[in-house]
């Protein structure tokens, strides 16, 4: 190590070196654990491989980064979001350990994108998941075309990656715990700089799509494969919660293998394939889920009662996170989503001052404002779970800002 590094470059390095250590043991010790616990294999990275790079990935399981990791034999950086930061010992430790590259949910967060940038321009590599957000129905979320800018401004290669099996096996709105079956880690392919140098950023952007898009049911539908586990619909309200046949909104609960609605009564079983019964409407909560999009539409353009809220969810509590990680509590009530405001006690947030919007995690909702205040909006009790998708979804319908 040269004498001319400042003792900040040193210390940077030293952390290198053993977050590569790291990496190195992780790679020993987990595939043991994904196995068992997924039925998990995976491609590993091939030498000719040349560094630095870019690692995209799909993004459906909380394990995505450790299994991810174990394609590669050579160390990366993730770009993930702030909460990991705000854990206690738990957060201390990850970050002495790998230190991820912390992004704010629900915002356009330049400084993660400008570190991410510094790391490749030092010769290190980076893995992040351009869709920001596990999938709730199966389907791989739309790649931005700011994925491809940061791609070709990067000026590396770049690896795309492909979870396949994993909804079933972890669907995100799940609280019944791992459903073993089958999941695979692919590497899709790998392009270099002087290849991605030829390619225009709307070029960039479209491979990465073809490369990550992952359809859970598509691939069901050619090889059903069983993912076995307990209480397998519970949770789902979070992601679907209006009744097909009453199309009363917040009425979905869930018990066990069973989904409900708890107005109309109708009701259905979902097995160990991902699919409902035959006498239900929809087959998959994919068919399912896309209907409740265009109830949406419908549901916002023939709302005409100005004063009442389109949605609305008591016992709920919201924040503004600070860029140190600090959260600050605003207060507990009833949050009111109007067709031109957000209203949340003393609270008033105009829709079209929203910039960016998401949901973290089963039902968090996270958002940001255009004087760059950050909000998290939580049920008042860890345990509760609510459907803060209908936000996200009004959002993008009255505004386009897209979740």
Known sequence: MSENLSEEEIIEWKNYKRHINIWKIARFLAPVYLKAKLGYTYDVAPKTFKPPYIVLSNHNSNFDAVGLGLSFPRHMYFIASEQVYRSGFKSKLLKWAFEPIAKIKGSTDFLAVAKALRKIRKGQNVCLFPEANRSFNGKTFPIQEATGKLVKVAGGGLVTYRFEGEYLSTPRWGTGGVRKGKVHGRIVHYYTAEQLKEMSVAEVTKIIQEDLYEDAYARQA??????????????????????????KIDVIGTHKNSVFCKNCGVSTEYDEYGYFGDDFKFKTITEWDEWQTEFYKDYIANFTDETQPLFFDDNVKLSVIG?????????????????????????????????????????????????????????????????????????????????
């Not at 307990?230 to 789902?236: C, D, I, L, P, V």
């Not at 989503?337 to 949901?359: C, G, H, M, P, Q």
Request: glycine share 8%; hydrophobic share 35%.
């Open 222 to 247: 050619q090889n059903p494969i069983k993912y076995k586990g307990k209480n397998r619909a519970e949770g789902m309200e979070c992601a679907v919660c209006v009744c097909p046949e009453c199309k």
């Open 323 to 403: 860029n140190d990680h600090l959260e600050t509590k605003i207060g507990t009530g009833c949050f009111k989503f109007y067709k031109d405001r957000i209203e949340f006690n003393n609270t008033k947030i105009l829709l079209k001052d929203i910039t960016a919007v998401s949901v973290f995690g089963k039902c968090v909702l996270c958002f940001s404002d255009a004087k760059g205040l950050h909000y998290e909006l939580r049920p008042e009790h860890l345990t509760e779970i609510k459907n803060f998708r209908k936000y996200t979804s009004a959002l993008e319908i009255l505004t386009g800002v897209i979740g």
